[in-house]
């Protein structure tokens, strides 16, 4: 009875090669985020949905990128991973933007070689 | 600039103590407070969220607590357990920055047998 699914649990891509991670939600929730995670670092906001609205990171590298076709579903896409993109991604959904609880999925592990 | 500090960044206690993990941000201009248990190489796992409005919060072992003029809350577990070493991660909502969750870098629990 996942909430929020990722897949896949890991992902090894080659230096440049474009990667795409997904994301879906049961929760029907209108907001959609991505975090960036690298090792014992805090999680990172890249960018979040409000339904269709886009709300990107000012300092979310040109390299991310995301789509949001449908409510259940969201895609973060990386144009050329370079090494430093290696991290957990991690995909949460919430009801609002304001006092509402965000729900995590499993996350990503992204390996870059 | 809203900054979550988590001290201490680990901690290695024996089974059965009681332990308070410490969580401190710098503007007060927030929705809520949220703490989250992380497991090696996994994603987040909300424990408790703590509305501005609100003193603290129970669940089962757990509870937090939320002293917003002071920029301060308190997770504390009651008798640990081994299946209680995780990361724990607080995260605030600020009022100023729709939908952004900020966290700090966690405190690694390690409780022995």
Partial sequence: DAMVIQNPRYQVTQFGKPV??????????NVMYWYQQKSSQAPKLLFHYYDKDF???ADTPDNFQSRRPNTSFCFLDIRSPGLGDAAMYLCA???GE?????FFGSGTQLSVL | KQEVTQIPAALSVPEGENLVLNCSFTDSAIYNLQWFRQDPGKGL??????????????SGRLNASLDKSSGRSTLYIAASQ???SATYLCAVRPSS???KLIFGQGTTLQVKP
């Fill in chain 1, 20 to 29: 795409t991670l997904s994301c879906s939600q049961t929760l029907n929730h």
């Fill in chain 1, 55 to 57: 709300n990107n990171e």
């Fill in chain 1, 93 to 95: 959904t919430s009801s």
């Fill in chain 1, 98 to 102: 304001t006092v509402e609880k965000l």
């Fill in chain 2, 45 to 58: 796992t909300s424990l408790l969220l703590i509305q501005s409005s609100q003193r603290e919060q129970t």
């Fill in chain 2, 82 to 84: 081994p299946g209680d």
């Fill in chain 2, 97 to 99: 920055n729709t939908g």
